[in-house]
């Protein structure tokens, strides 16, 4: 990321992966609810419209929480933290840990890259990183979408995560743990280009001007910032994603068809649903993540040169 000359900071491209994974995984820690909550208001109205006058289960951020907490109890609101953990060791590592250095490699060394080359690189890592991450993917929104109820006769789809990475790959084959692969990947080049883009392009300029040292305000920020951006971006490929990877087999001809479904069925406001959870979750998971990995960086860094 832009700031902090290699006199200051230098971490290497290993120090940069571990980081950014570590980081991955303290922000999913803080802001797990608020993914939770995201899932679900996404895949509500899914399997069929609600009848007429009938009110929906899920309304809103906090009563979405609410519910979950009244209704299942608390600790479904971590359903999946063990495949997220996964997913942000596997993922978070590689497509924000070797931003920097596809920048570099594709800058040819220039001191200065330009946006084509910021995009290029944020695409890769992006894509690079969902080959690694899918299988932990389907698992956290397969989790995190089930709800458990044994008094209305809703049981668990799966009893572990191990459980659900065996269960998808006996019943559906290597593929089910790869399902939606593509459109994870569109969406990430999407989420990567906005997100990494956005904060390295607003520290840069911050630093630039001299608004802010290269400290916790600057990175709040630009981590702030790029939340948002990237949450008005990628909501309705994230809303398909989502639907896509929780769906039985059969129950869409394709990502592409599961779109056009949501909006035949839903009308195209389907396509922003779960936008204020979507926004408090990046928004924050930004804010968390970027804020740690500068932190990180810094400490690994200082305990490397004694």
């Known amino acids: 990321m832009a700031g902090g000359s290699a ?3 230098g971490p290497t491209a290993v120090v940069k992966v571990f980081s950014a994974g570590t980081a991955g995984c303290v922000a999913d820690l803080v802001t797990f609810p608020l993914d939770t909550a995201k899932v679900r208001l996404q895949v509500q109205g899914e399997s069929k419209a609600l009848p007429k006058g009938q009110k929906a289960t899920y309304r809103g951020v906090f009563g979405t929480i609410i519910t979950i907490v009244r209704t299942e109890g608390p600790r479904n609101l971590y359903n999946g933290l063990l495949a997220g953990l996964h997913r942000q060791m596997c993922f978070a590592s590689v497509r924000i840990g070797l931003y920097d250095t596809m920048k570099q490699l594709y800058a040819h060394g220039a001191e200065n890259p330009g946006l084509g080359t910021r995009l290029l690189a944020g695409s890769t890592t992006g894509a690079m990183a969902v080959a690694f991450a ?34 998808i790959a006996r019943v559906e084959g290597l593929k089910g743990l790869w399902k939606g692969c593509l459109l994870n990947i569109a969406r990430n080049a999407i989420v990567n280009c906005s997100e990494l883009v956005t904060y390295d392009i607003i520290k840069e300029q911050i630093l630039k001007n001299k608004l802010m040292t290269d400290n916790m305000p600057c990175h709040f920020t630009a981590a702030f910032a790029a939340g948002f951006c990237t949450t008005v971006v990628a909501s309705p490929v994230d809303v398909v994603k989502t639907r896509f990877m929780n769906s039985v087999p059969g129950q869409y001809g394709g990502a592409a068809n599961c779109a056009l479904t949501m909006l035949l069925r839903e009308g195209p406001s389907a396509f922003y649903k779960g936008f204020m959870p979507s926004f408090l979750r990046l928004g924050s998971w930004n804010i968390v993540m970027f804020v740690s990995y500068e932190q990180i960086q810094r400490v690994v860094v200082r305990f490397q040169r004694g």
């Open 7 to 9: 006199a200051d900071l």
């Open 134 to 167: 899918q299988p932990t993917d389907v698992v956290k929104v397969r989790f995190q979408a089930q709800v458990h109820q044994p008094e209305n006769g809703s049981v668990k789809r799966y009893s572990s995560t191990t459980e659900a990475y065996r269960t």
